[in-house]
């Protein structure tokens, strides 16, 4: 339940030009809503005391139910930035785009006891936004695709590494096929596969303009856990584990998609290996318009005034400079590449606490 200090609060949230909600327990009952969120969700006051997942089954479907169930049980906060909603007014529907916070409110004990949500609808800074970036886009490709030219040598690194690496055991071993040889055969063949899938799509984007939006259905079951033992080769000082959970299929071209988590689960991997109890944990939710990862990790964590600056190119968090590898690349081409397939990347960190990190995959891939 709420605390009276917060209870003196209401009074101003009720008249802040922001829209604000109030969820007091872990079944988020909606406890406080101003005028401002009711416009926004084109709701009634009778909401007031009922769930929020039975007021808005869409928001259900959509994720946003999920999502804050996960701030309630962690107590790290959510933000994000033009995210797509539906907002029902009768029988007509709406998407809208809205930037919008899961504010977590803690106890002297550290848990949870309500979540204060604030959103902004930015639907005509969102549109505007996206006439200018395709326009931008149109006008400056060359060097649009130049940039991503320079990232493929950060990219074929990772694969190349693995296979130099498979070659040098090899040649310390004697003629005879061992189930070690066969195993490392199979690692640098893989590898090299990626590296021809990552050529692939770089030539592609160079004839076509634009990544190949192919209609594939590519299952992730066997492919990441054997991306992540990938990984974990390249940083043998991680001693922790890696907890995988659901992996639903997702459109799209397997090499940018092998480009995405490889560069999310190597900053996971990579940032925890200093930690003698590191935790990784990768699993997948369907919601109604897609499909949703999430890489969950316990390591460093990034400092708040920085998380948008890390999708920066050559940007890299102030406390990874004592980790050696790494270029500022990685984070700002799995954001391209993901949101030129219509898809959406955030990220939660707690400093010293770790990072989660959330990718939308569409159910329709967007032309680009």
Same mark, same amino acid.
């Given at each position: 339940?709420?605390?009276?200090?917060?209870?003196?609060?209401?009074?101003? $949230? /009720?008249?802040?030009?922001?829209?604000?909600?109030? +969820?007091?327990?872990? &079944?988020?009952?909606?406890?406080?809503?101003?005028?401002?969120?009711?416009?926004?969700?084109?709701?009634?006051?009778?909401?007031?005391?009922?769930?929020?997942?039975?007021?808005?089954?869409?928001?259900?479907?959509?994720?946003?139910?999920?999502? $804050? /169930?996960?701030?309630?049980?962690?107590?790290?906060? +959510?933000?994000?930035? &033009?995210?797509?909603?539906m907002i029902i007014d009768g029988k007509e529907k709406h998407l809208r785009y809205f930037d919008f916070e899961y504010k977590a409110l803690l106890n002297e004990s550290g848990e949870t006891y309500a979540i204060l949500h604030t959103a902004t609808d930015v639907t005509a800074r969102f549109e505007v936004n996206s006439q200018l970036e395709l326009h931008k886009e149109q006008l400056s490709f060359n060097n649009d695709l130049e940039t991503l030219t320079h990232t493929l040598s950060h990219d074929v690194r990772n694969p190349l590494s693995i296979a130099k690496m498979g070659i040098e055991y090899l040649k310390q071993q004697n003629n005879n096929l061992t189930a070690d040889n066969e195993k490392w055969y199979e690692v640098i063949s893989g590898a090299l596969t990626n590296v021809e899938n990552i050529i692939q799509q770089t030539i592609q984007l160079s004839e076509a303009r634009s990544i190949i939006n192919l209609k594939d259905v590519n299952c992730l079951t066997d492919k990441i856990p054997t991306w992540?033992?990938?990984?974990?080769?390249l940083y043998p000082c991680f001693q922790g584990h890696i907890r995988i959970g659901q992996l639903l299929p997702i459109y799209g071209n397997i090499g940018a998609i092998y480009q995405v988590f490889m560069n999310i689960l190597s900053n996971a991997v990579k940032y925890s290996s200093k930690s003698d109890t590191a935790e990784i944990e990768i699993y997948s939710e369907e919601t109604g318009a897609g499909i949703v990862y999430f890489i969950k990790d316990n390591g460093i964590g990034i400092p708040e005034d920085e998380l948008n600056k890390v999708f920066s190119v050559f940007n890299r968090a102030t406390n990874a400079i004592e980790y050696n590898k790494g270029t500022g690349i990685g984070l700002s081409l799995a954001k391209r590449i993901i949101e030129r397939y219509g898809g959406s990347i955030n990220l939660s960190s707690t400093i010293g606490q770790g990072t989660l990190v959330r990718l939308f995959f569409p159910n329709k891939l967007a032309t680009v």
């Open positions: 339940m709420m605390i009276q200090q917060d209870l003196d609060l209401l009074q101003v $949230l /009720e008249h802040s030009p922001l829209a604000c909600a109030i +969820y007091d327990n872990s &079944d988020l009952r909606i406890a406080f809503v101003n005028e401002e969120m009711l416009i926004m969700w084109c709701a009634q006051r009778d909401i007031l005391g009922k769930r929020f997942g039975e007021v808005f089954p869409s928001f259900r479907v959509e994720g946003f139910e999920s999502i $804050l /169930e996960k701030v309630w049980q962690t107590g790290i906060t +959510y933000r994000a930035v &033009d995210t797509p909603a992540c033992n990938e990984i974990k080769l």
